[in-house]
C-alpha cells in the first residue's frame, strides 16, 4: 500500500504511449473505465469505519475540462485540480491549488483539514502533471494499463525510467489495488490491454 505523502501515478498509454488527443481519450475502453473508477474509489483497509475518508484524485486543469461533464467531479474521491488560472467558488466540489507542491504539501500536512479526510492521493494526469510527478521519490507506484496498439495522440506518457522503476508481478498489482484484477492481455473493441504495475525500485 501507499500513504501520504506517497502517492501513485494511474494512467493508460497506447503503444506510441498516447495518452490523449483532442482533451479527450483517444479510446473507449470500458473495462478500463471500470477498473480506473473502482481503483481509485477503494479506500483501504476496507473496514474503516471513518465514511468521510476518500482518495484524493490529483489532476491538471485541462484533465478536469476533459471529464465529461456527467461524471464531474469524479464522485466519491476528492478532486484537485492543479491551475493559476481557475478561481475557486464558493460550495464547489472539487479543490484548487496553483501548483502541485502546493496541493501535496497540504495533503502531507497532518494538520490541514485536507490531510485528515483523505486516505490515498492518486495522480490522474496528464502529460505535463505527470511529467512533474513521474520522478518525485514519492511517486511509489505506477498503475499503467498498456493499450497494444498505436493511435494518433497530442499529449504522451513521459518516459519512465527502468533504474527507477521496474514492473512488478500480477500478486503485487492486486495487493496495491485491493482486489483482484485481470490478469493478461484483454480485448475490448478488438483493442488489446493490460493492467500493469510499476514499482519505485529506491
Ligand atoms: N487511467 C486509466 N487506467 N484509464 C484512463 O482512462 C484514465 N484516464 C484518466 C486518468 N487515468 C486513467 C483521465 N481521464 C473519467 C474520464 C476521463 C479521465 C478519467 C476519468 C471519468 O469520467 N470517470 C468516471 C467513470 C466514467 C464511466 O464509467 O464511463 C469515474 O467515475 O471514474
Request: aromatic share 10%.
Amino acid at each position: 500500500f501507499f500513504k501520504p505523502p506517497n502517492f501513485a501515478i494511474i494512467a493508460a498509454a497506447s503503444e506510441n504511449w498516447g495518452i490523449g488527443i483532442n482533451n479527450g481519450l483517444p479510446w473507449k475502453l470500458k473495462l478500463d473505465m471500470k477498473y480506473f473508477e473502482q481503483t481509485t474509489k477503494r479506500v483501504l483497509p476496507s473496514n474503516s469505519a471513518d465514511n468521510e475518508i476518500q482518495n484524493a484524485l490529483i489532476m491538471g486543469r485541462n484533465t478536469w475540462e476533459s471529464i465529461p461533464p456527467k461524471f464531474q467531479p469524479l464522485k466519491n474521491r476528492l478532486n484537485i485540480v492543479i491551475s493559476k488560472s481557475l478561481k475557486e467558488t464558493k460550495g464547489a466540489d472539487h479543490v484548487i491549488y496553483p501548483s502541485l507542491d502546493e496541493a501535496i504539501t497540504n495533503l502531507m500536512d497532518s494538520s490541514s483539514e485536507l490531510s485528515s479526510k483523505v486516505s490515498r492521493i492518486f495522480i490522474i494526469g496528464g502529460a505535463q502533471i505527470y511529467k512533474e510527478t513521474i520522478n518525485s521519490p514519492y511517486c511509489s507506484y505506477i498503475l499503467l494499463t498498456r493499450v497494444y496498439k498505436h493511435f494518433e495522440c497530442d499529449t504522451f506518457f513521459p518516459e519512465i525510467d527502468e533504474q527507477i522503476f521496474s514492473l512488478a508481478s500480477h500478486e503485487e498489482l492486486e495487493e496495491v489495488v485491493g482486489e483482484k484484477v485481470q490478469k493478461g492481455c484483454q480485448t475490448e473493441n478488438g483493442i488489446e490491454f493490460e493492467f500493469l504495475l510499476y514499482k519505485r525500485r529506491i
